[in-house]
């Protein structure tokens, strides 16, 4: 026969272990299978590496509250370290690759974000490591606005004060913090390649121009030659047809020479050379190199000024190049007979030139698409305009543009054009 | 005559612009590299040089300087000749005393024109 005391125990056993066995029972192999899960979506596949994380801070019992808080996953998949001061840190950092890094502001030997630094003056990493150092969140007992703000200007791509972190918090600054890395590396190497390959154009546009202009000029002075009689008397037929190929010797050149204009704008090489430059020499100096093209053609050419003593501040170089390649267009669009003329007009303190043509106009449809590269458009007779690269108006338009100003277009089809644009006054 | 020294190593570019200086009246002794260049001038003593800039041996800037730095050949105008358009080209062109740039192809009268801007300076 028992005694109280065991029947006491038996009861208790029975009545209130044994349930609790059976509830550990039941409800283990579902903490299980939870777990299992959880661990499942954090488990890393083929394509989607674990996170290489570096903690430092000098508080190794904060360090130990975070890997608490971060073994609670979120969704992201890692791997750490830890280290204690910035010169700990940086060993770490030379001998791996982390994608993040966790850093206290305040630390023993100096600031968190002084790891950039002493990365970037580090020998033992070359050109392409200090590319893509991890980026750094800073977190900090401080909390505020004030320290905040010194991490984000020393190079910190976030801040966290260390009251606000929760695990999920955390995660989700170190997935921002990395992607935006990421995405800033791919954008800078990406710009790298760009810059590269611009240079390269460029190279190659100088090569090649290098190349053909000096058989080029080898040419062009032989027929010069010929054509001046240097070996010998030649026929009034021998002297045209020598002419002709002179032109086109010279329709070469000018082809480089718009396609490395167009390279320099490209690569942004292209300078100004602005001076006060007398308005009269412009306008003579830009006539004059179509005055023959002029009479060839049988156009009037002309001139309507307001005075000889304006000075303008501009590139004279280019501005000359602007109003002659305007003005041979003019020539080139117009029916013998016609008539191309530059107006000069002050307008407040500027001076604006037009050049204006009673040619056969360009098409409504034309008008925004003249100032393309390599746009060409219908001659009189259907035929595209193939005597140049289509380049002329893109560079006019680009000059200009360097000298604050806009070239505008007024046309009708089958009347005529004018352009116009205008420059400063130069007051001494 | 007059002396002009001509210094461009493309043989057929230095044939023609041979031509042309004689046509011009000019009496024409050329080289084509950057050793001879300072011996032929040293010795020929023209009245104005034509310096290629691309040049076997050396650029036509390092002769330059190296004319300039002679006094046999100091005061001797040099027009600078290139098919190159860098514009770091003409800018150390400017920067050497008494000389003058010109861009490949030239026509005769540019090249005349150069010349005795060149000389009058």
Known sequence: ?428 | MKKVVLIEDDPKLCKALTLRLKHMNFDVVSVGDAVSAMDASLKQQPILILLDINLPGGNGFVVAERLRAHDATKLIPIVFITASSKPEFAERASSIPRSAFLQKPFDANQLMDCMDACMAA
């Open chain 1, 1 to 428: 026969m028992c005694s109280y005391s065991e029947s006491v125990s038996v009861s208790v056993k029975k009545y209130c272990f044994q349930p609790i066995r059976i509830y550990i029972q039941l409800v283990k192999p579902v903490l299980t299978m939870q777990t299992a899960l959880n661990e499942t979506n954090d488990l890393p596949c083929a394509a989607n590496k674990p996170m290489q994380l570096l903690f430092v801070d000098d508080d190794s019992d904060y360090l130990d509250l975070i890997s608490r808080q971060m073994s609670r996953r979120y969704g992201l998949s890692y791997q750490s370290d830890r280290a204690n001061s910035i010169c700990q840190a940086v060993k770490l950092c030379v001998t791996n690759t982390y994608d993040c890094v966790v850093v206290d502001y305040h630390l023993p030997d100096g600031y968190g974000t002084d790891i950039v630094d002493r990365l970037n003056e580090n020998d033992a990493l070359d050109s392409m490591s200090r590319l893509s150092l991890p980026p750094i969140i800073v977190v900090s007992g401080d909390g505020g606005e004030q320290a905040a703000t010194q991490a984000i200007r020393a190079g910190a791509v976030d801040f966290i004060a260390k009251r606000d972190i929760t695990g999920a918090a955390m995660q989700r600054a170190i997935q921002h913090a990395v992607d935006k890395s990421r995405l800033t590396v791919s954008l800078e190497k990406r710009n790298e390649e760009l810059e590269s390959k611009r240079r390269e154009v460029l190279e190659f546009y100088h090569t090649l121009s290098h190349e053909v202009k000096t058989p080029l000029a080898s040419a062009r002075e032989f027929v010069a030659l010929v054509r001046d009689g240097a070996a010998g008397d030649v026929t009034e037929d021998q002297n045209e047809l020598l002419g002709l190929a002179i032109d086109s010797c010279d329709q070469i050149r000018q082809h480089f020479m718009d396609l490395l204009e167009i390279t320099r704008f490209d690569s942004q090489k292209f300078k100004l050379n602005k001076e006060s430059q007398p308005l009269e020499h412009i306008i003579k100096r830009s006539m004059s190199g179509v005055a023959e093209l002029a009479r060839e053609r049988n156009i009037e050419l002309t001139t309507i000024g307001y005075g000889s003593q304006l000075h303008v501040w501009c590139d004279p170089q280019r501005i000359v190049q602007v109003l002659s390649n305007l003005l041979s267009n003019a020539i080139k669009f117009t029916l013998p007979g016609g008539w191309v003329r530059l107006d000069t007009q002050v307008h407040r303190e500027a001076i604006v030139f037009e050049v204006s043509d009673n040619g056969c106009g360009i098409r409504r449809s034309d008008q925004a698409a003249i100032f393309n590269r390599l746009y060409q458009v219908e001659q009189n007779d259907g035929q595209l305009d193939d005597s140049g690269l289509g380049l002329g108006l893109n560079i006019t338009r680009d000059i200009l543009a360097h000298h604050g100003a806009e070239l505008t277009l007024s046309s009708e089809w089958g009347v005529g054009s004018s352009f116009r644009f205008s420059l400063p006054i130069y007051q001494s």
